[in-house]
C-alpha cells in the first residue's frame, strides 16, 4: 500500500502535527496522485476546530484542494495516464445512482457522500484523509483533469475555492448586463470576483473595510462598497441582482438581502457556526430570495478548470511548506491573506 506522510489535527482545536498514513492500493479504476500543493480552505479550518459541531473523526488531514502528478493508474483507466496533471476537489465518491448523481450533481448525493476527508473510504470501509499529505489514491471518475496553461499552485485553489462560486454564479444567470455583489473578499471572494468579471458581469466587491479597494480593481471589480460605513447599505439599497455570500464569520442577512433587486437572490456560500436570521419583510416586498449552494459536480468542476484554463484565471496564492499550517491558521483567523494559502508538498517531501 502506498505509504504518505501528512499532517493531521489529533484533537478539536488542537494545532496539526506529522501523521503518517498508508493510501489504499490502488484499483483498476484509481489513479495514485503525487501531491504537489493543496490550498488552505476556511473550511478546513472550521472542521479542525469543530465550529460545525459534527462528530468528527480524530486524527483529521484537512485538505481538499489538491494537485498533483498522475504517478499510476488501474488498469481500467482511461482518463488519465501517468505524468498527467490531475486534481481532486471536496469529494472523492458518490452514490451513482441517485436522481442528483445522475444529473452529475454528486454534491447533492441523495446517497452517500464520501467527502475528501472526514468520510468514510467505499473501498476499505477506513477514514478518508485530504490532501495535506504528499499522495492520494482516488477513483478517475472523481479527478479533474488540469491543463497545463494553469500553475499547479493556482489551480489548487479552483477544486474549492473556484468551483464553490462558479457554480452559483452560473446557476444564478451573472453575465453581461448582471450587477454582482461578492460580499466578503477572501479564498472563495476573490475567485469570485475574477470568475464573475470573466462572466461578463458587473462586480462589485462587499467587504468590512476599504482595506482592499486596489485589490478589487485589480482583481476586475468595478467597486468595492465598505460595510462598515452605514451609508454603502443605503447607495447600494435595491441594486443588485445577485449577491454571493461568502463571509466566514456571523453577520446580518437582512442588510445584504436589501441590496438586492426585486426578485434578485443572495446566495450563501459562507458557512459560519453560528446559525442566521432574517427578517421576512426584507424578501417578502421584493419576492428576493436567499438560497445556497454547495461546490459543485464533477461535470461542473472540469468546466471551471477549462473556463480558468482558456481565460488564464488562476488564483493569487500564498505559498507556505507544511510547516507553517498552523501560522497560516490563525492569519486566516485575522482576515490576514492575500488570498490562498497553498501548500507545497515538497517541504514534506524532504
Ligand atoms: P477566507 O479566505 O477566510 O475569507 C472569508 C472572508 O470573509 C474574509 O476575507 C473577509 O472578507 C470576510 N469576513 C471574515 N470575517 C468577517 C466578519 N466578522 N464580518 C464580515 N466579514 C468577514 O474564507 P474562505 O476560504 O473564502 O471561506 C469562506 C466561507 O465559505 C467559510 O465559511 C467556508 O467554510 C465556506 N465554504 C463553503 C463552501 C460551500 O461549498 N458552500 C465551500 C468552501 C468554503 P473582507 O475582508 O472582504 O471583509
Ligand atoms: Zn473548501
Ligand atoms: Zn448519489
Not at 450533481?105 to 485530504?130: A, D, H, N, R, S
Not at 454564479?169 to 448582471?178: N, S
Request: net charge neutral; with cysteine.
Amino acid at each position: 500500500m502506498p505509504s504518505a506522510k501528512a499532517y493531521a489535527a489529533h484533537q478539536s482545536k488542537e494545532p496539526l502535527k506529522p501523521f503518517d498514513l498508508q493510501r489504499r492500493e490502488p484499483g483498476p479504476h484509481d489513479v495514485l496522485i503525487d501531491i504537489h500543493f493543496c490550498g488552505v480552505c476556511h473550511s478546513d479550518l472550521h472542521q479542525v476546530r469543530g465550529e460545525w459541531g459534527f462528530d468528527n473523526a480524530y486524527p483529521m488531514v484537512p485538505g481538499h484542494e489538491i494537485v498533483g502528478k498522475v504517478e499510476a493508474v488501474g488498469n481500467k483507466v482511461s482518463k488519465f495516464k501517468p505524468g498527467d496533471t490531475a486534481g481532486v476537489g471536496v469529494f472523492v465518491d458518490s452514490c451513482r445512482s441517485c436522481p442528483s448523481c445522475k444529473e452529475g450533481l454528486e454534491q447533492y448525493c441523495e446517497g452517500v457522500i464520501t467527502w475528501t476527508y472526514g468520510g468514510v473510504e467505499k473501498e476499505t470501509g477506513k477514514p478518508t484523509y485530504g490532501g495535506y499529505s504528499t499522495k492520494v489514491v482516488v477513483d478517475e471518475n472523481y479527478a479533474l483533469k488540469i491543463s497545463p496553461k494553469l500553475k499547479p499552485q493556482e489551480a489548487a485553489p479552483l477544486l474549492c475555492a473556484g468551483i464553490t462560486t462558479y457554480s452559483p454564479l452560473k446557476q444564478w444567470g451573472a453575465g453581461p448586463g448582471k450587477k454582482v455583489g461578492v460580499l466578503g473578499l477572501g479564498g472563495l471572494g476573490h475567485m469570485g470576483v475574477k470568475l464573475a468579471a470573466a462572466m461578463g458581469a458587473e462586480v462589485t466587491v462587499l467587504s468590512s473595510s476599504s482595506k482592499k479597494k486596489d485589490d478589487a480593481a485589480r482583481l476586475g471589480a468595478k467597486a468595492l462598497a465598505d460595510m462598515s460605513n452605514p451609508k454603502s447599505f443605503s447607495d447600494l439599497a435595491g441594486f443588485f441582482d445577485l449577491i454571493v455570500d461568502t463571509v466566514s464569520a456571523d453577520h446580518d442577512l437582512t442588510k445584504y438581502a436589501e441590496l438586492l433587486k426585486r426578485d434578485g437572490t443572495l446566495a450563501l456560500v459562507g458557512l459560519p457556526a453560528k446559525a442566521p436570521s432574517i427578517v421576512p419583510f426584507a424578501l417578502t416586498g421584493k419576492r428576493r430570495k436567499v438560497s445556497g449552494s454547495q461546490v459543485g459536480g464533477v461535470m461542473e468542476t472540469q468546466e471551471m478548470l477549462d473556463f480558468c484554463a482558456a481565460k488564464g484565471l488562476g488564483a493569487d496564492v500564498e505559498v507556505i511548506p507544511m510547516q507553517k499550517i498552523n501560522e497560516a491558521f490563525e492569519r486566516m483567523l485575522k482576515n490576514d491573506v492575500r488570498y490562498r494559502f497553498v501548500i507545497d508538498m515538497v517541504s514534506l517531501k524532504a
